[in-house]
Structure formats: C-alpha cells, structure tokens
C-alpha cells in the first residue's frame, strides 16, 4: 500500500497506553486517570492536596496544600515506575500568585538535587477551590 521508506511512521507499532491507579493518591473526581503511561513516559492528572483516606482537602493553608499535592503526585509516579527523580516537567497552578514563596519553599524540598523544568502559573479557580493543583511528565524506569 504505502512505502515504508517514504512513510517510516506507518510500518511502527501503536504505542500502548496504560492507565495508571493507586490507592495511595486520591481517586480522580472525574472521567479521567491518575496518570497515563505511554512508552517510557508517564503524563500525569492535576494533584489536588486531598487526603487519600478521607477524601478531604488537607487543613492548613498553601504549604500544607502543597506538601499534600507533591505528596499524591509522588504516590502516583511511584505507581507508574517513576518518581520525583525523573520528573522532567512540572505545572503548577496557583489560586494566588501571591502564595509564590510559599508554595515554592515546600516544592523545593521535594525537588532539592533534581529540579525538573517548571511552569506555574494563577488560575480564576481551581477544582474543590483548593489553592494549589501540580502537574507533572516524568520518565519511567
């Protein structure tokens, strides 16, 4: 039908896709996964700083959110083979671009000897109006 030295793509296989759950993140609130790995990469859903167990948004306020969110992201990478350690991007959305510095000095204990590439940016709102989501892709083993 096609020439696969004009059109190298099509003679490659599909990649597999792989739902990514665990109990140690909070389930998703929504038609979507924890994460999804494709190849050697796994793409991840927003972290909401909710408590797995309960279901309930962390007490406190930015850097208690933001240790909860780092917390389930990690949980999730985890379960996909990776970790914080082969993050190579991470998104943070931020209710208050004023909560910056804090947010920020929590994140940096969590990513103290690999720092990944990252954006962060404020939103209008954000889902359980919660103060902070975080994103990530990372590499797998």
């Given at each position: 039908m096609f020439s696969?030295?004009l059109f190298?793509?099509?003679?490659?296989?599909m990649?597999?896709?792989?739902?990514?759950?665990?109990?140690?993140?909070?389930?998703a609130?929504?038609?979507?996964?924890?994460?999804?790995?494709?190849?050697?990469?796994?793409?991840?859903?927003?972290?909401?700083?909710?408590?797995?167990?309960t279901?309930?948004?962390?007490?406190?306020g930015?850097?208690?959110?933001?240790e909860q969110?780092l917390?389930?992201?990690?949980?999730v990478?985890?379960?996909?083979g990776?970790?914080?350690d082969?993050?190579?991007?991470?998104?943070v959305?931020?209710?208050?671009m004023?909560?910056?510095?804090?947010?920020?000095?929590?994140?940096?204990?969590?990513f103290?000897?690999h720092?990944?590439?990252?954006?962060?940016?404020?939103v209008?709102?954000l889902?359980?109006?919660?103060?902070?989501e975080i994103?990530?892709?990372?590499?797998?083993?």
């Open positions: 696969n030295r190298p793509a099509i003679s490659r296989s990649s597999t896709l792989t739902r990514i759950q665990t109990k140690g993140a909070p389930a609130i929504g038609p979507y996964a924890q994460a999804i790995k494709v190849n050697n990469m796994v793409y991840t859903s927003g972290s909401l700083p909710v408590i797995p167990e279901g309930n948004i962390v007490e406190g930015i850097k208690e959110q933001t969110s917390s389930n992201m990690a949980e990478l985890k379960a996909s990776s970790g914080l082969k993050v190579v991007k991470t998104t959305f931020l209710k208050d004023n909560d910056f510095v804090d947010m920020n000095n929590v994140y940096a204990k969590f103290d000897k720092q990944p590439a990252r954006s962060a940016v404020q209008a709102r889902p359980k109006d919660v103060s902070v994103e990530c892709i990372a590499i797998t083993n």
